[in-house]
């Protein structure tokens, strides 16, 4: 009889464990799933004035979005809200001595962060020209 009790408390506990295994198996997938998203953002290029960044960020995963950008020393220059729609959008940040722009896309799901690093440069132009007189 005893170890009728003990078979069937072997099955309990292993059909408990592979409950257990199941749940974050499909937690896992779900974090992979949110991995995946293809949140997309891109330098376009430089003004005197403004870097120029474009934003797009799929309905998908749009809803109650925070989406910021930092400095290098965690300053909030942009911040919006995003809920529901896709977001497709060029954003100019004001040229500074940035070192670093950290763009963070955030929920209650996803977190996706994308650091760019800025070094200015002076370029000198030199135009020689040369004219010769008899």
Not at 58 to 63: H, L, M, W
Not at 113 to 124: F, N
């Amino acid at each position: 009889m005893n170890h009728k009790f003990s078979s069937i408390g072997i099955t309990l506990i292993l059909s408990f464990l592979s409950l257990i295994f199941a749940n974050q198996l499909q937690a896992q997938e779900k974090i992979n799933e949110v991995s995946k998203v293809d949140i997309e953002i891109n330098y376009i290029g430089s003004t005197n004035e403004y870097l120029s960044f474009e934003v797009k960020i799929p309905q998908s995963v749009a809803n109650r979005l925070v989406f910021k950008i930092t400095d290098e020393d965690g300053v909030d220059l942009y911040r919006e809200f995003i809920n529901g729609k896709a977001y497709n959008k060029t954003i100019l940040v004001a040229r500074s001595h940035y070192e670093q722009l950290d763009f963070t896309t955030f929920s209650e799901k996803i977190q996706v962060k994308k650091s760019y690093y800025i070094k200015s440069e002076i370029v000198e132009n030199v135009k020689v020209t040369s004219k010769t007189t008899r």
